[in-house]
């Protein structure tokens, strides 16, 4: 079945610095990449979705300059939380998907925690 | 806009017994409906799925079939395992690919 690679898995960083995770669609070619931000014992809260080539649409309330989305290929799209403080400590999870309707496959998601 | 609600959890089953969980949704159109399930520490794997009215997806023991008529996608098993913790979400999906969550159900299988 299709793959979604993510990494790292989990990264610990002192405040203020900024941290890259990658997404990666390992078999498949993604038109479109999602990313989430999932709290504890929450569901998933869509932050934006990338298309390949354009510019990410962030959902409301999402911080552009703060969450620096790239989808520079069809297999890789990337999320930086720039200059990070402990409120953006989460679960970020990343989708792809191929084409038009067709479900999303989920990385193993990533646990970010600042120090 | 588009909304799914699923019932909350925690449940707790012992191992054998039988689980449904309920979910309802609210959208435009004619969506697809999903259940993905999340192990802890874990992103989330497409459990099954139906993409229009009275389809059924299947996928390991777990059933659910798409109701138009009372909006509901619930997640049945008749036998689950310890194995079967986790937890459950359902998500509907319209234009564009994006997908609704519904608030996830834990599940807790006890031996």
């Known amino acids: 079945g299709a793959v979604v690679s993510q990494h790292p898995s989990r990264v610990i960083c002192k405040s203020g610095t900024s941290v890259k995770i990658e997404c990666r669609s390992l078999d498949f070619q993604a038109t479109t990449m999602f990313w989430y931000r999932q ?23 999402v911080e552009k300059d703060k969450f620096l989305i790239n989808h520079a290929s069809l297999t890789l799209s990337t999320l930086t939380v720039t200059s990070a403080h402990p409120e953006d400590s989460s679960f970020y999870i990343c989708s792809a998907a191929g084409h038009q309707n067709q479900p999303q496959h ?3 998601g990533t646990r970010l925690s600042i120090l | 806009g588009d909304s799914v609600t699923q019932m909350e959890g925690p449940v707790t089953l012992s191992e054998e017994a039988c689980l449904t969980i309920n979910c309802t949704y609210t959208a435009t159109g004619y969506p697809s409906l999903f259940w993905y399930v999340q192990y802890p520490g ?7 799925k139906a993409t229009k009215a009275d389809d059924k997806g299947s996928n390991k023991g777990f059933e659910a079939t798409y109701r138009k008529e009372t909006t509901s996608f619930h997640l049945e098993k008749g036998s689950v395992q310890v194995s079967d913790s986790a937890v459950y979400f359902c998500a509907l999906q319209t234009a564009g690919n994006k997908l609704t969550f519904g608030g996830g159900t834990r599940v807790l299988v006890k031996p």
Do not use: R, V
């Open chain 1, 39 to 61: 709290f504890p014992k929450q569901s998933l809260m869509l932050m934006a979705t990338s298309n390949e080539g354009s510019k990410a649409t962030y959902e409301q309330g």
């Open chain 2, 42 to 48: 874990e992103g989330l794997q497409l459990l099954l």
């Open chain 1, 106 to 108: 989920f990385g193993d």
